[in-house]
C-alpha cells in the first residue's frame, strides 16, 4: 500500500505543480489577482503535502520501531485532518483560478 501511495502522492504532487506554473504564466499575462492566489495555493498544498509526508517517512525510518507503529496508527485515525490541509488549498486554487477566469 505504501508503494501506491507514494505514486498517487508523486501524481498529484506534479500536477499541482503544473496548475502553480501555469498560474504564475497566466498572473504574468493578465496582472489578474485570482492567477496569483490559486499559484500560492497550489505551491503551499505541495509543500505542507510534502512536509507531512516526510515526517512520516522520519518517524517510520527511525530506529524505535514502537514509536514507528505508534506514528502509522495515528497516521490512519487523524487521516481526514491530515489531508484536510492540502485538500482546503486546492480548493481555494481552484476557486481563485475559476474567479480570475471569470472576471476577465
Not at 42 to 54: C, E, H, K, L, P
Not at 59 to 81: F, H, M, Y
Request: hydrophobic letters at 50%; charged letters at 20%.
Amino acid at each position: 500500500m505504501e508503494a501506491s501511495y507514494k505514486l498517487e502522492r508523486d501524481a498529484g504532487n506534479r500536477l499541482r505543480w503544473w496548475a502553480a506554473l501555469l498560474g504564475l504564466i497566466a498572473w504574468w499575462q493578465t496582472s489578474q489577482p485570482g492567477f496569483l492566489i490559486g499559484a500560492i495555493c497550489d505551491d503551499r498544498a505541495v509543500a505542507v503535502d510534502v512536509a507531512r509526508y516526510q515526517a512520516h517517512q522520519t518517524i517510520v525510518a527511525g530506529d524505535e520501531p514502537e514509536k514507528g507503529r505508534a506514528a502509522d496508527a495515528r497516521l490512519v485515525s487523524n487521516g481526514a485532518r491530515s489531508h484536510a490541509v492540502p485538500d482546503a488549498l486546492g480548493v481555494l486554487a481552484t476557486v481563485a483560478f475559476l474567479w480570475a477566469c471569470m472576471s476577465r
